[in-house]
């Protein structure tokens, strides 16, 4: 690793210019960002997704970083540009999301736990809005609040399902009586959405002004603004809005900053953090949460409408366990060789290749290798790539660090001089009707979709307070491409039902549910929590 000042020297930064963090980050302010996103020549953005993941995931994160090291390595100046990790999977069952084996961000401890308290501001600000919407109830309600509906929970950063479902106030008075709420991880915060796609800070306070808290009586919308709780929220964020600056193990820069969720949101860093990227380095490599129906398909008709990012080439990661469980394998013999099976895993494969293609990206396949996978099921792989004339290569970058991403680094460079640019799926006034039809059809495989009474309600009621509109973020399980997580392959045809609609005004677009989509997520029977310690000398251990 080197020092801190001198990643921030090849990218072009001044350590004088920046904010420093324990001497591990540093800060970089949003007037600097603003001011070199000006720039005339920018870097080509690579995304960074996957085939539907398994629970253990396919290894996005290591290839993410190895790739921008081996870049680097061959001689271009690159960043890679991730999501800050939630404790929710810290401590619950995926572990962290700083890389692994040969591939990490460092200093990880410090990066899986809370790093520079974004998070920690995020929660704070949430946390306020919500005490100023239940103080103005309790003062009289001179807005003509309706109580009963809130859309606002609470916000906390840990796995807690007993919180999802709550009431407050419990031993209530008349002014303060007994209410219904919830709790949301704050990764699901919109607040985190917004910090996300934010530009600079007068865009901040516009979009946390705009968030949508609940209804008057008279049918009116109530905003944060309305409870003049905008200012200080916005005070709490300042400088959570600023992009952290760290550096792979082999000292390739690193920006870590947002970490707003893949299901009911957009499910990428920061635009700050990529439009720093992109103007001082020649690749960004992004990654995108979860698989091409998810992460990909928001950043091209979520992200890249709202901020005018685009994507010159995709990464495409796919692994022989994935490909194992697709094609029928169950869960404890994923890490035997079965070449039937892997074949029969493509179609879910082709799924996500269609996908890419569709948004408008060319995509590089990458096998990331895994201990017992044979000669055998990767040219079944390579066979397939070659039938469709993708471009394929190996990574053992978890194993060989930089060097077990040479040859995809090569790919990316080639894929990315074609002067591709992504597409979005629909033009911005599309009705949400026809978005969802859209994305069910044409990303999932699926017939259409249907919307029961309550949802088309809701629709109803958001369109009367024009807020109804598009880009839509389409809330789903991550391991399927339908509705529902224990179908695998590739499942054809099936129509699934939007339970109900939420509108993220701040952050800008509309959420629809597919299935039963939980923002606060529940430990598992045997937690990581379970493994982590600290030392007497103060070092953590047992993180994943």
């Known amino acids: 690793m080197q020092a801190i000042g001198e990643v921030a020297a090849e990218l072009g930064l001044s350590s004088g210019d920046l904010r420093p963090y324990r001497g591990e980050a540093l800060k970089v302010p949003v007037g600097l960002v603003r001011s070199l996103a000006q720039r005339p020549s920018r870097g080509k953005i690579v995304l960074v997704t996957a085939m539907t993941p398994t629970k253990h995931g396919e290894g996005k994160t290591v290839t993410s970083i190895a790739v921008a090291m081996a870049l680097r390595r061959a001689g271009h100046r690159a960043v890679v540009c991730l999501r800050q990790p939630s404790l929710g999977p810290v401590f619950g069952i995926k ?137 200080s929220a916005c005070a709490l964020l300042r400088f959570a809005m600023e992009p952290n600056l760290l550096q792979a193990q082999d000292g390739t820069p690193a920006l870590v900053h947002g970490a707003p969720f893949a299901n009911i949101a957009h499910g990428t860093c920061s635009r700050l953090a990529m439009e720093l990227g992109q103007a001082t380095a020649d690749y960004c490599i992004v990654e995108a949460g979860f698989a091409t129906d998810l992460g990909a398909e928001k950043f091209v008709d979520i992200v890249g409408p709202l901020t005018g990012l685009d994507v010159a080439g995709a990464v495409l990661v796919a692994t022989l366990r994935g490909l194992r469980w697709h094609g029928g394998v169950p869960d404890e013999q994923l890490g035997s060789p079965d070449p039937a099976a892997v074949r029969g895993g493509l179609a879910n494969l082709e799924q996500h290749v269609e996908n890419l293609r569709t948004l408008g990206i060319e995509p590089v396949l990458v096998a990331n290798r895994f201990p017992g996978d044979t000669e055998e099921e990767l ?50 006034e599309t009705p949400v009707e026809e ?34 509109g598009g880009p839509v973020c389409v809330a789903k399980t991550q391991l399927s491409l339908s509705d529902n997580p224990a179908v695998r392959g590739r499942p054809v045809g099936f129509v699934p039902t939007v339970h109900r609609f939420t509108r993220s005004a701040g952050a800008g677009f509309t959420v629809a549910y597919l299935g039963d989509i939980e923002t606060m997520p529940g430990l598992p029977t045997r937690s990581l929590a379970e493994q982590i310690d600290l030392t007497p000398e103060g070092r953590v251990i047992g993180l994943l």
């Open 95 to 231: 572990g962290g999301a700083a890389g692994g084996g040969q591939a990490t961000v460092e200093p990880k401890e410090s990066i899986n736990l809370g790093l520079t308290g974004d998070l920690d501001a995020i929660a704070a600000a949430h946390n306020l809005i919500a005490a100023m919407f239940d103080n103005h109830l309790f003062h009289g309600n001179p807005l003509g609040i309706d109580g009963e509906i809130r859309l606002w929970p609470r916000t906390l950063d840990v796995e807690d399902r007993s919180l999802r479902r709550i009431v407050t106030s419990a031993q209530g008075t008349a002014r303060d009586p007994p209410q219904k709420g919830s709790f949301a991880i704050t990764a699901a915060s919109e607040i985190t959405a917004v910090v996300g796609l934010a530009k600079d800070y007068d865009d901040l306070r516009d979009r946390v002004g705009r968030i949508l808290l609940g209804f008057r009586k008279t049918g009116e919308p109530v905003r944060v603004r309305d409870l003049k709780a905008t200012g």
């Open 379 to 428: 040219s079944i792989l390579q066979q397939f790539c070659q039938e469709r004339n993708v471009a394929f290569a190996e990574s053992t970058a978890f194993t060989d660090g930089a060097r077990g991403a040479a040859d995809l680094a090569a790919r990316v460079v080639e894929v990315c001089a074609r002067g591709g640019h992504s597409r979005p799926l629909y033009p911005p």
């Open 435 to 468: 978005i969802l039809d859209r994305v069910v059809r044409r990303i999932y495989g699926g017939g259409g979709v249907t919307l029961p009474a309550e949802a088309i309600e809701t629709l109803a009621t958001l369109r009367r307070i024009g807020e109804a």
